[in-house]
């Protein structure tokens, strides 16, 4: 290898065609999170032509179990957001909404959801009220509880981060008298390959013979990928037998292809990815890198294949140093690397966005 102290600096970006796995977003970094927003008139037409329908006007995948049958499902649905239009089919086929299915779908399990559960809608977001636990205190006459709540995510918006911690939080008891909230710590949690996370959040103290909320809102903060970038490295042969660094720049990225290592059964890449200027921290310990993929695409049959493993290097809140490896697994064989184009998937920017809920009239135990 041969490397060299001025980059050869491309400029190819392309949009990835055809691999259901990487989601498409405008060409500029969004004020708001997208959100996909769907329109279904059926009139007593099966569930499966129904998620059918749902599924091709939304991107995202849905499918029913098999114990939940044929229900016919009748709909005038006018652009509602996704999350929406899927409670009101679930709910006509006596369904709930199973967001952690082991194929990364949604499936809709047996078993119809209380229709009194609430339920806030925003953007690509759905959060939901789970559950109020309460602990009596018979010393005090009083009431520790706390709310389980449920968010959830459109699948292409990719999330990072959650803070565990609600944010402006207004609570109202009964009489629709403001109460102080409840303390709380916050840590960051990844949400990485997730599609949804149960929170708990802490209610104040209130006398035992309350018996409900009149109003209960806040806000959790959300870190995400503004939008992903799909960058084109080249042909692995080619790109082997030229000099490096090789640097392709977008949007205020740099992708920077440092080595390419090709062994007999595994292939190894090895890149610095820098975010532009902004955005938020990252501690040591948080990685901003982990929805990034990297795959070859093979110019003859079209075969894609995944990265089998990674390796982060170090990383900033701006940089990430990351190898990746390429390995033959069982009858596959990658064969001539000259057959093969990479290309990278990684974010343009890292941004937090606050995920809004409101609830109200919710009955306490």
Same mark, same amino acid.
Request: charged letters at 20%.
């Given at each position: ?88 089919? $679930?709910?006509?086929?006596? $369904? ?37 636990? $309460? ?102 042969? #080619? ?25 007999? #059964? ?42 089998? $493993? ?56």
């Amino acid at each position: 290898m041969v490397f060299c102290s001025l980059p050869r600096v491309l400029g190819v970006v392309v949009p990835l065609l055809g691999l259901g796995f990487l989601p498409a977003f405008a060409a500029d970094p969004p004020s708001a999170p997208p959100v996909h927003i769907v329109s279904l008139k059926t009139s007593s037409m099966p569930l499966d032509e129904v998620l059918g329908k749902l599924s091709m006007e939304s991107s995202i995948p849905v499918r029913a179990a098999a114990e939940v049958g044929m229900p016919a499902i009748s709909l005038n649905l006018e652009k509602v957001p996704f999350w929406k239009a899927l409670d009101t089919i $679930a709910t006509q086929a006596d $369904a709930r909404p199973y967001l952690y299915s082991r194929d990364g779908k949604i499936v809709l399990q047996k078993g119809k959801r209380d229709s009194g559960q609430p339920i806030s809608y925003s953007g690509p977001f759905r959060v939901a009220l789970q559950r109020i636990s $309460a602990v009596h205190n018979f010393e005090t006459g009083t009431r520790d509880m706390t709310a389980l709540v449920q968010v959830a995510w459109e699948p292409s918006l990719l999330p990072l981060y959650i803070q565990t911690r609600a944010t402006q939080v207004e609570i109202h008891d009964g009489k629709d008298r403001p109460v102080e909230p409840a303390q709380q710590g916050s840590v960051l949690v990844s949400t990485t390959g997730r599609m949804a996370i149960s929170l708990d959040l802490p209610l104040p103290s209130l006398p035992r013979s309350e018996a409900k909320l009149a109003l209960l809102k806040g806000q959790f903060l959300v870190r995400a990928p503004s939008k992903m970038l799909t960058f084109t490295l080249g042909n692995v042969e #080619k790109l082997s037998q030229g000099t490096f660094p090789v640097v392709l720049r977008e949007e205020g990225t740099n992708c920077q292809v440092n080595s390419i290592m090709l062994r007999n #059964k595994r292939w190894t890449i090895d890149v610095t990815y820098t975010l532009p200027p902004g955005g938020p921290t990252f501690e040591s310990y948080e990685s901003w890198i982990g929805n990034s993929q990297m795959y070859l695409l093979n110019q003859k049959t079209r075969r894609t294949v995944m990265a089998t $493993a990674s390796e982060l290097e170090d990383s900033s809140s701006r940089r990430a140093h990351i190898r990746y490896h390429f390995e033959d697994t069982g009858n596959e064989r990658r064969g001539n690397p000259g057959d093969w184009t990479v290309f990278y998937h990684a974010p343009a920017a890292i941004t937090e966005w606050p995920v809004p809920f409101r609830f109200t009239e919710i009955p306490l135990p």
